[in-house]
């Protein structure tokens, strides 16, 4: 094996000073989870955390993000909301920090493409590969050396551009040169890449090894040779005219000369490689070259294992520092970021958010809070800022057509102020529909998050805000198909979580609390949870319509009132907030202005003097009175469901104890009837046996001439011995089975006159209409009226008939009793029905019916009966009701409605 003398290269390698195997790990997180300290519920905290990002839809905001990264991997991270963001308030301020720091450079650069942000690569791929043990390529040991190198040459200009500017702008950059401050740049792994590659032609260079220069060199060498000799032979074959141009090509990894064919002798015991398509042209190796083209196979062996070795060393070396490489990667993409979001604030306007984790108690002497726990003034949506992205936020001119300039700013997004009073934990919004609420809480939300992420808010002067562990939201969109599918108990059971996993440091965002249900519970019950989330959360934020929440100020200094504007004048909202006020619908005065009836208008403020405050004790009485009434119903019903209840299981026992005695006497009767039928076959068999004797007997004395004789006599007793067994009602089976039904040869049919059973046909049916079937070994001749094709399995047995009662006028019904299947001890009992066992599917449509039966089904008991009722119609609940019972796993088998009881059908549940 050659050696290869990397490590001890004639220049020495020097490690730079800023070598550390030190990892920081805190800052980087790969997705956003705000965990909390109780692990048991850390899951359902992720859970409602990744649902609020999706409410908020923080995602959107990453990809706006992406805008503005560098590279691909900090457009991936911002498009897949990888993005870091900070565990603890210092965490968050210290990305906030590291923002500010990458502005400032920014400032004074003018832009970032002289720190070469966009040539730091991706060298996740390779690490990965290097550690599953491929071997990395030339391309790919030079794309982790411009990594490596670009991460070096951006930590220096970082360096050099806080040197420069001296005093305190080094620690104005610190936050951002901390991030680079404990990352080992591998300088001596660069160095040896560079040594051994020249990555502008991605080659292995000679000085690699020392092994590798000699066989190169050598190699040189003996190609020089027999390039020399083939060009002496070629020349030679072009003065003998065995070729019109000297040629020397290379077939089958050996060097060659061009020959004629008709030549070929000119090289004596020279070696033929190929032979050109038109058979023309040889080409042949000189003996002279045979053994320096052996030469040149080895040498190139010998190369490429050099090569190999040399790239299988330095992948190792890779694999053995993947961690310090990734480390270092990382860090790079947290510069990066830092960057991305420098710029995504220049583009809004952005200003930097103070963050506090102050929570403030009670009310101090003089009355309520002077300070505000959360000041945002001016904030706009940052996802409205895309339509107007050429409208800067704090914009203070704009041009009209006429080239002049007149004071104002863009209307659109609408700019709002966030004030809450230090000590205020409950923050009640109310106002019209389409007033901007929900928008608004979302605004909160996003800055909430922006902010613990190191993003600029589009907000004006110093926005100030505490740090939020969670931001749990239940906001719905009323345009949304999703939430017009919501229900009031999905809403109260999202409410529930929230309230399981909330802490004194979060925030709560709750749209429409309360609603969905009867207005008097939904305030009761949204009253005890805003009392609840007074007393665990930061805070919290709600809309409702429901005015009898805005009161609730007035009992708790912790809960405030906000108000969205709504301009009486052009009836349309302003989207702006009212901060302490609590807002009305309007819903009377736009009314007027529409142009309703003033006695309309009058009789509708008449009702709101009834439901204002000074009336609520008058409104009490009312409703004691109503609820009186109501239990006074209540009670009457219940007496009444009493006795009907009484009446209804003297006649279910009436209808038991009859069903009983039928099913008693029908198997009586079955067992009389099955000892009377075996009886009658014993004797059947008997004297048929005793006519195959007598038969047998005669025939062996018997001559030609009275063999057909006997036969016929023979046939003549067996079918007066059938006739004498034949049941009185034969003529009408025949008339009822025999009709078109024709055998056919060698099929197996029953014969009735046998006690059905099996016989073949073995003559198809004559003039005479009967047929010649086979029994054991007796033939015999039988009327096409008394045999019967075989079918399925199912009969009816008529001894099981059992009445079908209804009470209250209705008609008495007969259904036949199912019948078990051989050897199987299934009973359903009598085919009585009754309100518990019958379902009414009359007047629903299809996909209702289809439901409400399955649901029916599902829910009986094993062995019982469910009667449907479906009614006629247009049959189309009669078709989906059978295509059901027909596939349903529970249903053993079923029997459609006979002509004394259309529009029902019985199935039977397993």
């Not at 859970?47 to 991936?76: D, H, K, P, V, Y």
């Not at 049941?727 to 008339?735: I, K, M």
């Not at 379902?839 to 996909?847: A, K």
Request: charged share 25%.
């Amino acid at each position: 094996m050659v050696t290869i003398p990397i490590l001890s290269l004639q220049k020495p390698l020097i490690l730079h000073h800023h070598h550390r195997h030190t990892l920081d790990t805190k800052l980087y997180i790969p997705k956003l989870s705000l965990s909390l300290n109780n692990s048991p519920r850390l899951p359902l905290s992720q859970s409602l955390q990744s649902e609020t990002l999706e409410i908020l839809e923080w995602n959107s905001l990453c990809n706006q993000l992406s805008a503005f990264a560098s590279t691909s991997m900090g457009r991936s991270a911002t498009r897949n909301a990888r993005i870091p963001v900070g565990q603890t308030l210092q965490e968050s301020q210290k990305l906030l920090n590291q923002t500010a720091a990458a502005m400032e450079i920014m400032k004074m650069i003018g832009n970032t493409e002289s720190l070469n942000l966009s040539k730091i690569e991706d060298v996740s791929g390779i690490l990965n590969s290097a550690i599953s043990g491929e071997l990395l390529t030339v391309g790919e040991l030079c794309t982790v050396r411009r990594m490596l190198r670009t991460a070096r040459e951006l930590r220096d200009k970082l360096e050099a551009a806080a040197a420069n500017l001296g005093g305190d702008c080094t620690d104005r950059y610190s936050p951002l040169l901390d991030i680079l401050e404990n990352c080992d740049f591998q300088m001596e792994l660069e160095q040896k890449i560079g040594f051994c590659m020249d990555c502008n032609l991605s080659i292995i260079l000679d000085r690699a090894s020392e092994d590798l220069e000699i066989v190169r060199s050598e190699r040189k060498r003996n190609m020089e040779n027999l390039d020399s000799l083939l060009r002496r032979v070629s020349g030679r074959i072009l003065q003998a005219g065995g070729i019109d141009n000297p040629l020397i090509t290379r077939r089958r990894s050996r060097l060659c000369v061009g020959v004629r064919a008709s030549h070929k002798h000119l090289l004596s015991g020279g070696v033929i490689l190929n032979v050109s398509s038109s058979g023309v042209t040889y080409f042949m190796e000189p003996k002279e070259a045979v053994e320096l083209n052996n030469m040149e196979v080895r040498l190139s062996n010998s190369e490429k294992a050099e090569e190999k070795a040399i790239l299988s060393l330095l992948t190792s070396e890779i694999s053995k520092l993947q961690s310090e490489i990734k480390h270092l990667s990382e860090r790079l993409l947290d510069v990066e970021l830092a960057f991305a979001r420098a710029s995504y604030a220049q583009w809004m306007n952005g200003v930097c958010p103070t963050l506090s984790s102050k929570r403030c108690e009670g009310l101090d002497s003089s009355g309520p809070y002077n300070e505000l726990s959360v000041d945002i003034e001016g904030i706009r949506h940052p996802l409205l800022l895309e339509s107007s992205r050429r409208i800067s936020l704090d914009e203070e001119y704009r041009v009209v057509a006429d080239g002049t300039l007149l004071e104002g700013v863009s209307d659109f997004p609408v700019p709002i102020d966030i004030k809450v009073e230090c000590g205020t934990r409950v923050v009640v919004i109310s106002g019209p529909n389409t007033g901007g609420k929900t928008a608004s809480m979302k605004t909160l939300g996003l800055a909430s998050l922006m902010s613990k992420a190191g993003m600029y808010l589009p907000a004006k002067n110093n926005p100030r805000l505490p740090w939020f562990d969670l931001v749990l939201a239940d906001i719905g969109d009323p345009q949304s198909l999703e939430q017009n599918l919501s229900t009031f108990s999905g809403r109260i059971s999202r409410l529930c979580k929230i309230l399981e996993v909330c802490s004194n440091e979060s925030l709560v965002l709750i749209d429409e609390i309360g609603s969905g249900t009867d207005p008097s519970e939904g305030v009761a019950l949204s009253a005890s949870i805003l009392q609840y989330l007074s007393d665990r959360v930061h805070l919290a934020v709600v809309t409702t319509h429901y005015t009898d929440l805005s009161l609730l100020k007035d009992k708790d200094n912790r809960f405030k009132n906000a108000a969205m504007e709504f301009s009486l004048e052009t009836l349309q909202p302003t989207y702006r907030i009212l901060w302490g006020s609590s807002g009305d619908s309007n819903a009377l005065d736009i009314a007027k202005s529409i142009g309703f009836d003033s006695d309309i208008i009058e009789r509708a403020h008449k009702w709101m003097e009834k439901l204002m405050p000074e009336k609520q004790q008058q409104r009490m009485g009312l409703l004691y009175q109503s609820l009186e009434e109501e239990r006074n119903g209540l009670e009457s019903q219940l007496h009444r469901a009493k006795s009907l209840h009484a009446e209804i299981m003297d006649v279910y026992h009436e209808i038991q104890d009859e069903a009983e005695d039928l099913d008693g006497r029908g198997r009586a009767l079955m067992a009389k009837e099955t000892q009377q039928v075996q009886e009658e076959l014993k004797a059947a068999k008997s004297q048929i046996e005793t006519v195959v004797q007598e038969f047998e007997k005669q025939l062996n004395t018997a001559s030609t001439d009275e063999y057909n004789s006997l036969i016929k006599k023979a046939e003549s007793a067996i079918a007066s011995i059938i006739k004498a067994h034949q049941p009185s009602d034969s003529s009408a089976l025949s008339e009822t089975d025999g009709g078109s039904y024709v055998p056919k040869l060698g099929e197996q049919v029953h014969v009735k006159g046998l006690g059905d059973k099996l016989a073949t046909v073995v003559e198809v049916p004559g003039n005479d209409e009967t047929v010649l079937v086979q029994y054991g070994k007796i033939k015999v001749r039988v009327k096409k009226s008394n045999i019967r094709a075989i079918r399925s399995s199912k009969k009816n047995v008529a001894t099981n008939s059992v009445p079908y009662i209804k009470r209250k006028g209705r008609k008495s019904q007969e259904f036949q009793s199912p019948p078990a299947n051989k050897g199987e001890q299934v009973s359903y009992g009598p085919l009585v029905q009754t309100s518990k066992n019958s379902v009414d599917l009359r007047g629903m449509r299809v996909e209702e019916a289809a439901r409400h039966l399955d649901m029916e089904i599902s829910a009986r008991e094993p062995q019982s009966l469910l009667f449907i009722i479906h009614g006629m119609g247009t049959g189309a609940v009669k078709e989906c009701a059978l295509e059901i019972l027909r596939n349903h796993p529970r249903v053993a088998k079923y029997e459609q409605e006979n002509p004394m009881n259309y529009g029902c059908t019985v199935a039977y549940i397993k």
